[in-house]
């Protein structure tokens, strides 16, 4: 039991070990103690608009009610079975709205618990079908630049190891990675030969990696690459899905196919930790036979967790019946519009950009700085977005913001206007 008189952070200073967190020198914590629509309420009673989605993953806002109540209903019937030998209706339904909303040609659905997990699961189904076709040499991905997957060791293998995974150089798989420009694709699995075993995106917008934008023709580009080499294109749309691009989809948006297709985040709305990799039928059909070595063996606890697909459910149906992708674009245009009329031709503010939702730019700081994801202007800017009610977290000297859709004007415009006041601190 906790000591009554201990403050809620010194609790946290003496047991908690953080995400994505230097603790000897970002030692500041918000003590969060409810949310409601994009907005945070912490413990000494200020409010802060959530202008990221809490890592992007609250798509419609928090405590949503509809959410709230497909939980609990689910919970009343079935809280959890293991879905080795079983099945359920909240996965079979999930699977049967979900499937003819993704791109073309995705007939199968294998759950897991993250984003990391998806992909892992992908580049093993990839990776295991060229094996089982007696190719088992095709073991090189192709990847873009500055790309980011998770940070599981498939995962991190294919996202570029900086600044993130150097230390892990010598456990990680080869991935070759190339520019997003055209012709890079297939010049890389070219030069791979009968070594390539396809490409992995995130199409539309490079996430973690500083919000790099790339446009349609990049994508495709990528899949036409694959499909004239029989390789696989794998999509990673853990964050870019459900919206976030301005379309339910990112490839979607672009007209590609992708033959694996990896989600989290946005699945449940931010309710529960559930990912979901997509898969053509060819995929499946390749591990199907009497020799049970030709399993695909791979599997979490808390696969198809009922609760979790009952959820994911209901925020599928609230982003048809909300025009979600709608939302998200209006919200983001606002911001990026207002931020374009404040920060003019000022030097300090470089490559603003938009896609659907997600609006970000460079910030250039005065003091000449190093740039990049570790620069120390990242927390400074965090800091002095707080203080001005918002919750940001730059990605080093990168901004954005990504917020729910519940987003208001007046929340957009403040966010745009921290935005724009962040830049001129610099």
Request: aromatic share 6%; proline share 5%; charged share 20%.
């Amino acid at each position: 039991m906790s000591d009554p008189s201990e403050s809620f952070l010194a609790r946290d200073r003496r047991t908690q070990w953080h995400p994505y967190t230097q603790h000897a020198v970002d030692r500041e914590r918000l003590a969060v103690v409810g949310a409601r629509g994009a907005l945070l309420d912490l413990a000494d009673g200020r409010q802060l608009i959530d202008a990221i989605s809490s890592w992007w993953v609250c798509l419609h806002g928090h405590g949503e009610p509809q959410l709230i109540e497909a939980m609990r209903a689910q919970a009343l019937r079935l809280d959890h079975v293991l879905f080795a030998g079983t099945t359920h209706a909240p996965a079979l339904d999930l699977a049967d709205a979900l499937l003819p909303l993704a791109p073309r040609g995705l007939t199968r659905l294998f759950f897991s618990d993250n984003g990391s997990s998806a992909v892992e699961v992908a580049l093993k189904m990839a990776y295991q079908r060229h094996a089982l076709g007696g190719e088992p040499q095709r073991s090189v991905f192709v990847a873009l630049e500055g790309s980011y997957h998770g940070d599981t060791f498939g995962a991190m293998s294919v996202g570029d190891p900086d600044p993130f995974f150097h230390t892990f150089a010598s456990m990680l798989f080869e991935v070759r990675r190339v520019r997003p420009e055209l012709g890079a694709f297939a010049a890389a699995l070219d030069e791979l030969g009968e070594r390539a075993a396809g490409v992995i995106v995130e199409p539309l917008v490079q996430g973690a990696g500083g919000m790099r934008m790339h446009g349609h023709d990049v994508l495709r580009d990528a899949r036409a690459a694959t499909a004239a080499r029989g390789l696989p294109l794998i999509a990673d749309e853990v964050m870019t899905g459900f919206g976030r691009t301005g379309s339910l989809f990112a490839c979607g948006q672009a007209g590609v196919e992708p033959d694996l297709m990896c989600l989290a985040k946005g699945l449940t709305g931010g309710f529960m930790p559930m990912a979901a990799t997509l898969a053509r039928e060819e995929y499946f059909e390749a591990f199907l036979s009497e020799d049970r070595t030709r399993t695909f063996f791979h599997g979490h606890s808390f696969t198809a967790h009922p609760i979790g697909c009952a959820v994911a459910l209901a925020s599928l149906a609230l982003v048809q019946e909300r025009d979600t992708p709608g939302l998200l674009d209006a919200a983001g245009a606002r911001i990026e519009a207002r931020l374009r009329e404040r920060l003019g031709d000022d030097p300090r503010a470089r490559d603003l950009r938009r896609t659907g939702g997600i609006v970000a730019v460079d910030v250039v700081p005065a003091d000449g700085a190093p740039e990049g994801y570790l620069a120390s202007l990242g927390p400074r800017l965090r800091a002095a977005a707080i203080e001005r009610g918002v919750l940001l977290r730059p990605l080093g000297d990168v901004l954005y913001a990504m917020p729910p859709a519940c987003i208001d004007a007046a929340q957009a415009d403040q966010i745009a206007e921290t935005m724009a006041q962040l830049v001129e601190l610099a």
